[in-house]
């Protein structure tokens, strides 16, 4: 069975990771306008990389729980396209062969000037320099709000073949993510969301299992393969 799923930041909260629209959520302690945008970049880099830097250390210090563990494990199994939000890389430690990373990757660095990528350094700052052109244009790879997501055409593809797509993880709220179920139900996929609530985009989704992830994704993951 063809099955593809997408990840949000409630798939890392309970490896500690905070997730972003929470009480204490990332977007509750910071501005979007000040951190997450390339004009806030250009306006105040120390406290973009700052942001980032902080996310790297607490994302290296995080471990993948059991529900990043049940996904490799249903890799291991199925025909699954593997799509997350998030910047993390704890799918890939908790052994996920593939993960598209539409929103890009803490540990990768990008220059804005010729977009040159490399392996991020833990602290990323203004002053460095791109090891491709030497220019002083260096970012975080993340895709910001204004930005078009990576890998979309893979991911408009993978969705179209879906016959099973689940969600996991995610509020819902921000698009083209927030519409995957839509398109996946349009050509004929099961749609189920893995949440601990209801989110923005449940009427999308034929089934819904409430809960933590790291005890409803095992449990889940468990009816597919065995
Ligand atoms: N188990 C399952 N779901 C959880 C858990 C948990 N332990 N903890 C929180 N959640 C759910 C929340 O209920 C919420 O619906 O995870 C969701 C997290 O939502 P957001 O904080 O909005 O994160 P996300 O949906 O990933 O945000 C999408 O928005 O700001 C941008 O680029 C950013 O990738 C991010 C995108």
Redesign the pocket.
């Known amino acids: 069975m063809r099955i593809v799923i997408l990840?949000?930041?409630?798939?890392s909260?309970?490896s500690g990771l905070?997730?972003?629209?929470?009480s204490d959520?990332?977007?509750e302690n910071h501005r979007?306008e000040d951190i997450?945008t390339p004009d806030a970049l250009s306006r105040n880099p120390a406290l973009v990389h700052e942001f980032y830097n902080m996310r790297r250390q607490k994302a290296a210090e995080a471990r993948p729980n059991p529900?990043h563990l049940a996904l490799a494990e249903l890799a291991r199994a199925q025909d699954l396209t593997l799509i997350t939000?998030?910047?993390d890389d704890l799918h890939e430690r908790g052994g996920s062969p593939s993960v598209i990373h539409?929103?890009g990757a803490l540990n990768s660095a990008l220059c804005a000037a010729c977009e040159y990528r490399w392996p991020a350094p833990d602290v990323m700052q203004p002053e460095d320099l791109c090891p491709g052109c030497g220019a002083t244009a260096t970012r975080p790879d993340?895709?910001?709000?204004g930005e078009i997501p990576y890998h979309m055409p893979q991911i408009w593809q993978a969705l179209e073949e879906a016959e099973l797509f689940a969600a996991?993880?995610?509020?819902?709220?921000?698009y083209p993510?927030?519409g995957f179920a839509q398109h996946a139900a349009r050509n004929g996929a099961e749609c189920i969301e893995?949440?601990?609530?209801n989110?923005?985009n449940s009427r999308d989704f034929s089934r819904h299992i409430i809960?933590?992830?790291?005890r409803?994704?095992p449990e889940w993951v468990g009816t597919l393969i065995s």
């Open positions: 990840t949000g930041a409630g798939i909260a309970e905070a997730t972003f629209r929470a959520g990332l977007w979007i997450a529900a939000q998030n910047v539409m929103h993340i895709v910001w709000f996991i993880g995610t509020s819902g709220n921000v993510a927030a893995l949440n601990l609530e989110s923005a809960g933590p992830a790291s409803t994704v």
